[in-house]
């Protein structure tokens, strides 16, 4: 199966701009995670998503949006950037429940905000 | 809400020898998940091992194995045999039990490990 995908792997943007990032899951994983990774803050939770609806969403503002298809593939919306927003974002699909799961984490997209 | 933290920004060890890193975690849960990822220069996280709070027993992964002291709330990994690929910075996360893993990992600042060949 391929892994899990993300596009672009990097992005240049200057502030007050809004970028989409994407995320395709492996095939058949239902489950989409977003993590924002900045060397201040570490890896943080973003939002999860399951058959296309928002279960959970970190402490993140309203400006960090998603959405989930019914292909499984999620997108992060980001409005109005600010320049805390540069980071690495992950995407991860879930395999699997409790114990048995499984995250596949992504290659991530590099942001940057000028 | 839980906290993670691995006290070691860094750790140095020699190949084929053993190194143990740390991590704790503050919850007031009792039925949780622990987990360390790995991830390399290339930048895609892997998971290393995992461990389910309510089994006493230590995970095991081939060179890899935890000590789970929940009454502590500690959480350390040993690898065994250091190997050149095993360089890369090591995370270790929490997920409640509750709520079906939506509430998604909460991860430590990291640990990069070196391997001095």
């Known amino acids: 199966k391929a892994g899990v995908t993300q596009t672009p792997r990097y992005l240049i943007k200057t502030r007050g701009q809004q970028v989409t990032l994407s995320c395709s899951p492996i095939?058949?994983?239902?489950?989409v995670s977003w993590y924002q990774q900045t060397p201040g803050q570490g890896l943080q939770f973003l939002f999860e998503?399951?058959?296309?609806?928002?279960?959970n969403k970190g402490n993140f503002p309203g400006r960090f949006s998603g959405r989930q298809f019914s292909n499984s593939r999620s997108e992060m919306n980001v409005s109005t950037l600010e320049l805390g927003d540069s980071a690495l974002y992950l995407c991860a699909s879930r395999e699997g429940q409790g114990y048995q799961e499984t995250q596949y984490f992504g290659p991530g997209t590099r942001l940057l905000v000028l | 809400a839980q906290t993670v933290t691995q006290s070691q920004p860094e750790m140095s060890v020699q190949e084929a020898e053993t190194v143990t890193l740390s991590c704790t975690y503050d919850?007031?849960?009792?039925?949780?998940?622990l987990f360390w990822y790995k991830q390399p220069p290339s930048r895609q996280m892997i998971l290393v091992i995992r461990?389910?709070?309510?089994?006493?027993q230590n995970a095991t992964e081939n060179r890899f194995s935890v000590n789970f002291q929940k009454a502590a709330k500690s959480f350390s990994l040993k690898i065994s045999d250091s190997q050149l690929g095993d360089a890369a910075m090591y995370f270790c996360?929490?997920?409640?039990?509750?709520?079906?893993?939506?509430?998604?990992?909460?991860f430590g600042k990291g640990t990069h490990l070196i391997i001095q060949p």
């Open positions: 919850t007031s849960e009792s039925d949780y998940y």
């Open positions: 998503y399951f058959s296309e609806t928002q279960r």
């Open positions: 996360a929490y997920r409640s039990r509750a709520g079906g893993g939506a509430d998604g990992l909460t």
């Open positions: 095939s058949g994983h239902r489950s």
């Open positions: 461990q389910e709070a309510y089994k006493q």
